[in-house]
């Protein structure tokens, strides 16, 4: 190699400008094609991100560590976007009020389908023990789902995987879902969208209406608070009565 | 924009401090969140400084979860062994919670909704 351009790659391997910039890169490019694809969900832009930026980490033996050296700033900013999902509930907060009752229930009744059918399909089919506590939280944001993963017994990195990944499938397919279950309605299509696909679920929800991206952060928080709350004891019970 | 900015960091660093205080397993931003939205019905709104800052966080919230989810090259060996459970369980399980919240709210708003639904965006 021209020595010239191995010391420009020591120096671009060493700081974090690579994978912040790079991060942006990709997702500007999936932006463009999700914007081309007609903002179709397939094209989804997480999606395609992650595999441009997967391939050529693989392509180039970069390990994951240095690329999240530079690409943590981005990651750093979920902190104060959860935070503004204030504004948007705030916005919507007469509705929300009115429909509280349902939407307890229903919040109940998707939280616990959310993570009892990720562990039960898992067991039938034989994922190891590890990989089934990591995959119980795998609707909820991705702090709180390692924080209960961990406890459980799950591996906190592979959960976030394992989030993201939820996240994705509820983005690019939840219209379709919905779309057979005839439901039309902004509200409970994001609320739907925020138990099952959290942030990810969210970011779509807001490209449908602000009112669907309200209801799916508020879905997103309450499931959130509900599953940190609730799954590390339902666990352990769930796993006696199966005996495993 | 960065008034609105120190504004949100202020919260989720007060979430922070009373998440790991109270030792509480909810993270500090969803505390901060909650905080911020009393702080909105207490004040009557956000500025328009910060509505914009919010909106333009929340547009491109999907760029925020690319760095997490590049982290899949780590699990190279484990999803070769169990991507067949992993990958199913994911989407059924995924497809169920979506169902069974929106046939659950929808069974249970239907009426009320019949009758005032024009409103709606």
Redesign the interface.
Known sequence: MNPNLEEVWVYLSTSPLLGLTLTLLAYQLAFAIYKRAGFHPTANPVLISVAILATLLLATGTPYQTYFDGAQFVHFLLGPATVALAIPLYAQWPKLKAMAGPLTIALVAGSLTAALSAWGIGALLGASRESLMSLAPKSVTTPIAMGVAERIGGLPSLTAVLVISAGIIGAVFGRAVLHRLHVGDHAVHGFAIGIASHGIGTARAFQVSEQAGAFAALAMGLNGLLTAVSLPWIMPWVEQLFGR | MIAA?TL??T??LV?EIIARGFAL??????I???L??VA??LRG??NED??Q???Q???????????????????GE?LAA?W???L???????????????????S??HKR?ATH?EG??
Do not use: D, W
């Open positions: 900015l949100l960091l919260f989720q979430g397993p909810i993270p500090g931003p969803v901060g969140m909650a911020l939205f909105l019905m709104g956000p910060l509505r800052t919010a909106g966080l929340l547009q491109h919230l999907s760029l925020l979860f690319v760095p997490a989810g590049t982290g899949i090259i780590l699990y484990r169990e067949f459970p992993l199913v369980s994911l989407f059924v399980s995924t497809f169920l919670a979506i169902g069974v919240t929106a046939l659950v709210l929808k249970l708003t909704h639904t709606r965006q």
